[in-house]
């Protein structure tokens, strides 16, 4: 499938991603909308998301996204990426009105919710799986630079094992462009807030370890939210830190959304596949990288994850 050949007669198209985008999120929506703009100069393309963390303010057009959606609009072609359509959140109502619903996603968990549906587990992350839709010959270097911050996020700057050969051909074609990948790593990736860093020093802090120290866990109160005065998207990177503790094979991080509501991010060093148990409680993800929101006590909730995560172990021992 190219892209080019979806929309040839479309009119209008629109772009979204998943509710409190990452940056293959970002990344992808932003390097398909920029593509389609070059590509279809008389058509009206739109792009729906979450207001992305101001790391992402280097990609060209960023402030085109538009966070809030029309009731009634209808488009020719609707383009639902690195997501179902369970986490299009405000933008649902319209995917499902369109003519055309195209899903290109990477993740396992994800059966597909579009007319065509293009979900490529094996792919580093949705922008990789983007950049082989296209026409090479009609991408350029603001293009490349978004498709770009997608691969470094998603396969954290190419160390995760999702980084397959093809992985590294892609981002060699996409650094011939010229841009200065060095700082979009850097600025996108690595560089943290002084309140970023010492929220999550808290976090390391008083994280607890369980199952043998095979586990590890911590959580961020909405009281420790206020009093550092961050964001969710500030807690970005707190699992990954927790999972590299020597020993651990799964990281459990939680963030209080709401009374008695938890978003949980695990990791899973290979033995125990998150995907799985995320899905068990309404999320989903990759085999190492999965996330749910959950209800109940912090306590509660790392019981029945722990449950979950002993019975895989258990094939181990
Ligand atoms: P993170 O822990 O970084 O938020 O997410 C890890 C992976 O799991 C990402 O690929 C993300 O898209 C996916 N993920 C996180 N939370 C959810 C969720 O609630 N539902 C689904 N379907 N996927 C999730
Ligand atoms: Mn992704």
């Not at 479309?10 to 389609?36: E, F």
């Not at 709401?258 to 060093?269: D, F, H, N, P």
């Amino acid at each position: 499938m190219r892209i080019i050949d979806e929309v040839k007669d479309a009119k209008t198209i629109a772009i979204s991603g998943h509710i409190r985008p990452d940056g293959d999120c970002v990344g992808s929506v932003m390097g398909l909308y920029l593509y389609l703009q070059k590509e279809l100069p008389g058509a009206q393309i739109d792009v729906y998301l979450e207001k992305p963390s101001a790391i992402f303010d280097c990609i060209s057009h960023i402030g085109d996204i538009k966070t809030k959606c029309p009731a009634d609009k209808v488009y020719d072609v609707y383009f639902a990426l690195d997501c179902n359509d369970e986490r299009l959140g405000d933008a649902l109502p319209l995917y499902e009105k369109a003519g055309k619903k195209v899903n290109i996603d990477h993740h396992v968990s994800n059966t597909g919710c579009g007319d065509i549906n293009i979900i490529e587990p094996q792919r580093s992350s949705t922008s990789e799986l983007l950049y082989e839709l296209l026409d090479p010959d009609r991408i350029d270097e603001e293009i490349a630079k978004a498709i770009y911050i997608g691969i470094i996020h998603d396969t954290g700057v190419f160390k995760y094992s999702n980084t397959s050969p093809r992985t590294l051909q892609v981002a060699a074609e996409l650094i011939r462009f010229g841009f200065d990948f060095p700082a979009l790593i850097e600025k996108t990736f690595y560089e943290k807030t002084y309140v970023q860093t010492q929220i999550m020093g808290r976090a390391v802090l008083e994280s607890v370890r369980f199952m043998e120290e095979q586990c590890i866990v911590s959580m961020v109160s909405r009281r420790m939210m206020e009093f550092y005065q961050v964001e969710p998207k500030d807690l970005d990177g707190i699992v990954n830190q927790l999972q590299v503790v020597s020993g651990v094979e799964c990281a459990i991080f939680m963030y209080e959304t709401g009374t008695l509501e938890y978003k949980v991010s695990m990791r899973s060093a290979g033995k125990v596949d998150v995907a799985a148990i995320a899905v068990k409680f309404g999320g989903g993800g990759h085999v190492r990288a999965a996330g749910c929101t959950m209800n109940g006590t912090y306590h509660d909730n790392i019981n029945n994850l722990s449950i979950e995560i002993a019975e895989q172990l258990k094939n181990y021992v």
